[in-house]
């Protein structure tokens, strides 16, 4: 670790602040992608902050942003003139400002990741061990035989059955759910202090979702990791995170500790977001609520307020005057509206209650001490 800390020079694209730097602390990042069409404005000027130990949850339709984001945060993005500008402090260290090779010796050690699909994340044609073993002999030094064993242990941790058959046969022999778990396992490996999870229950059932989710809040406990964790599930959010920061269109336009933004929702995005989550009390044939159009061409990004072509709110002022995002109190709640919503009733009648969609925890908070 002292060898990777020496190899970065603390600092970068100016000084940190000198309150609360925070484990990973983000400031004004923007990511632009070329395209025929011309700059598409992936990420657009996000700010956020993670504490040791703490779980930022990030939430958005899809398209939003929200994967674009860790991947910028984290440099792993495709070749081909990709553009990013801001910065990127892990520890003090400025990311942004490290080639591939010295960013590399951050992840294992200091960083893991868990991608969206395990199917594709994995590498098909090598066996379950070797794709576990790598980081334990690259980054940790370890002998064969130790990552063997290691590699054994991180197995039975994440609850595979087995281990030592499951080491030798291919991802295409699990199951999905098995598959995400060799992808914690391999992420988990050498201990990083940081873990970015994309979406890590997307391609499985219900029931295993809450038994992969489960898992990572207790790895994450007993390893005292942060998280940063994309979802675009409501009752994910509620249950596993500590903070949350609403993205639409490349931008973060709310964000609050959660269960200060469960109760209380500035920004219509989030209301309408929020209030779109079915719940399970809800009769058979319930009409969902839905948010009207479509998210804005990141391509030709408009004046204004992004959500402006969509929301009830809007005025003269939203579609000419980009607000900024305001301080709502002394939680640390932020807003991106000129004109926020101060009361707890729906949009509109169609809509429901915020409080409603702390129902969508019940997919999961049934056994949110099961892990």
């Known amino acids: 670790m002292n060898r990777i800390r020496a190899s970065v020079k603390p600092g970068g694209a100016g000084a940190a602040p000198a309150e609360a730097p925070g484990l990973l602390r983000v400031e004004d990042l923007r990511t632009v992608i070329p395209s025929r069409r011309g700059p598409i404005f992936a990420v657009d000027g996000v700010s956020l902050k993670v504490d040791g130990g703490q779980t930022l949850g990030v939430v958005g339709e899809s398209g939003s942003g929200k994967s674009m984001l860790i991947r910028s945060i984290t440099g792993l993005l495709p070749a081909g003139g990709i553009q990013r500008s801001g910065s990127v402090r892990y520890e003090g260290h400025e990311l942004l400002d490290l080639d591939r090779a010295r960013l590399g010796a951050f992840w294992g050690v200091e960083l893991g990741m868990i991608a969206q699909d395990p199917m594709t994340s994995l590498n098909p044609v090598r066996r379950v061990g070797a794709q576990i073993t790598e980081p334990l002999r690259q980054h940790l030094g370890r002998s064969r035989r130790q990552a063997r064993d290691e590699a054994l242990g991180l197995l039975r941790m994440v609850g595979i059955p087995d281990p030592e058959r499951r080491l030798v046969e291919y991802p295409h022999q699990l199951s999905g759910g098995m598959r995400q778990r060799v992808l914690i396992a391999a992420a988990l490996a050498a201990r990083p202090r940081m873990l970015f999870a994309d979406e890590p229950t997307t391609a499985l059932d219900v029931t295993v979702?809450?038994?992969?989710?489960?898992?990572?809040?207790?790895i994450q406990r007993e390893m005292r990791m942060a998280m940063v964790l994309v979802t675009h599930d409501l009752g994910v959010v509620a249950t596993c995170t500590d903070q949350v920061a609403v993205m639409y269109a490349g931008q973060i336009v709310e964000?609050?500790?959660?269960?200060v933004l469960f109760d209380r929702m500035y920004m219509p995005y989030t209301r309408a977001l929020?209030?779109?989550?079915?719940?399970?009390?809800?009769?058979?044939?319930?009409?969902?609520?839905?948010i009207p159009g479509r998210p804005p061409d990141l391509a030709v990004p408009s004046g204004g307020c992004r959500f402006a072509p969509r929301c009830a709110y809007a005025r003269d002022k939203c579609q000419a005057e980009t607000p900024p995002l305001?301080?709502?109190?002394?939680?640390?709640h932020l807003y991106r509206c000129?004109?926020?919503l101060t009361g707890r009733a729906p949009a509109d009648p169609g809509q429901r209650e915020p409080a409603a969609v702390h129902a969508a925890a019940d997919r999961i908070g049934a056994t949110k001490e099961d892990g």
Not at 278 to 287: E, K, N, S, V
Not at 326 to 331: L, P, Q, T, V, Y
């Open 326 to 332: 305001a301080k709502a109190d002394e939680h640390g």
């Open 338 to 340: 000129w004109f926020p």
């Open 209 to 218: 979702q809450a038994q992969i989710l489960n898992l990572l809040r207790r």
């Open 274 to 290: 929020f209030a779109s989550t079915p719940r399970l009390a809800d009769p058979p044939h319930t009409r969902l609520a839905v």
């Open 255 to 259: 964000t609050a500790p959660t269960a």
